[in-house]
């Protein structure tokens, strides 16, 4: 249904779905960047609800159908992904979702092109890129990946490059953008009180959409709601 596009960033293929074809122009187009280990198929059923409006989902370096290089894991790594597509598909201006870690990959890509955002979705995740610790790997393979059967979803050289080359970056420049912070209330979630109050500070223009029967998997345990509110908030 969806057109699937490859661009490569400095020799690394990355792919991503585009809701174009089925969508109207007149209505400002969105960008998603998945977690962690989620490719761009697993928001097909977004991409589809968000219709008439276009909506273009990325498959980050390591996951999906997008290229597996040896090193190069770190914010900058996953941002110029993000701007290669942006720059493929010709967009101008548009709205920017991240979810879980595409959080920081969002956040790291608005801090030098605000100009070009007409809005933010953070989806359950604090204003920062997270270092990993030398453990997270193996355990987020052995303990995650494998048995939920996402390694068709993420490589385990992609999660091991992340827990390698990631740094702890702070993603607190004062944008004055309408931005959507979006977190469970259920033990998991990963915005605290202090990190949702830390988002009241940086941003001005903020609304505050708290989902009580959700920790950090809001997709999984509210998906309707989820949708509804994204919907509404971009309309």
């Known amino acids: 249904m969806f057109f699937s596009g490859i661009v490569a960033n400095q020799g690394v293929n990355i792919h ?23 490719t761009a198929e697993e ?17 980050f370096r390591g996951r999906g159908k997008s290229d597996t290089p040896v090193t190069n894991y770190n914010l900058t790594d996953h941002v110029e992904d993000l ?18 870690r595409g959080v920081s990959y969002a956040l790291g890509y608005a801090q030098t092109n605000e100009s070009r955002l007409l809005s933010l979705i953070v989806l359950d995740y604090p204003a920062e890129h997270k270092q990993m610790s030398v453990e997270w790997a193996e355990d987020y393979i052995n303990h995650y990946v494998i048995p939920t059967g996402r390694i ?21 420049a004062k944008l004055d953008l309408p931005v959507l912070v979006i ?19 940086i941003y ?32």
Do not use: W
């Open 16 to 38: 991503y779905l585009d809701s174009i074809h089925h969508s109207d122009p007149q209505l400002a187009p969105l960008i998603i960047c998945p977690g962690l280990s989620e």
């Open 43 to 59: 928001y097909e059923d977004l991409l589809r609800y968000l219709l008439p409006r276009r909506a273009i989902a990325i498959s």
């Open 83 to 100: 701007a290669t597509v942006i720059q493929e598909t010709g967009l101008k201006s548009f709205h920017l979702m991240g979810n879980s």
């Open 152 to 172: 068709k979803h993420i490589r385990q050289q992609a999660v091991k490059g992340i827990q390698r080359d990631s740094t702890t970056i702070l993603l607190n």
């Open 183 to 201: 977190r469970g209330l259920l033990a998991g979630s990963l915005i605290s009180d202090a990190e949702l109050n830390h988002y009241k500070h």
């Open 204 to 235: 001005n223009n903020l609304t505050i959409r708290e989902f009580a029967e959700s920790a950090h998997d809001i997709q999984a345990s509210e998906k309707q709601e989820l949708y509804r509110v994204i919907k509404e908030f971009l309309n």
